[in-house]
């Protein structure tokens, strides 16, 4: 996994998504040891958690968007509270 040193408010939704689905699929496996399991885990853990807060923005700024008299308009998004 050679993103693993990166850190993942680094990364870009993708990259962490990638990287979680690898981790996911490596642990499914069964044949990594305790040890490296649960660093592993850890890893996953934090870009579960990475994805979840960007998801979590991304949808703060669609909601943002509302209707006005003229179409579509974008309020400012408070992205990031």
Not at 40 to 53: M, V
């Amino acid at each position: 996994m050679s993103t693993e040193a990166r850190d993942p408010a680094q990364m870009s939704f993708e990259e962490s998504l990638s990287e979680l689905e690898k981790i996911v699929a490596h642990l499914e496996r069964g044949d990594v040891p305790l040890a490296d399991s649960i660093r592993i885990y850890k890893r996953g853990a934090a870009l579960k958690a990475r994805c979840e807060g960007q998801l979590k923005d991304a949808q703060l700024e669609v909601d943002q968007i509302v209707m006005g008299p003229e179409g579509p308009r974008a309020e400012p998004a408070k992205i990031g509270q």
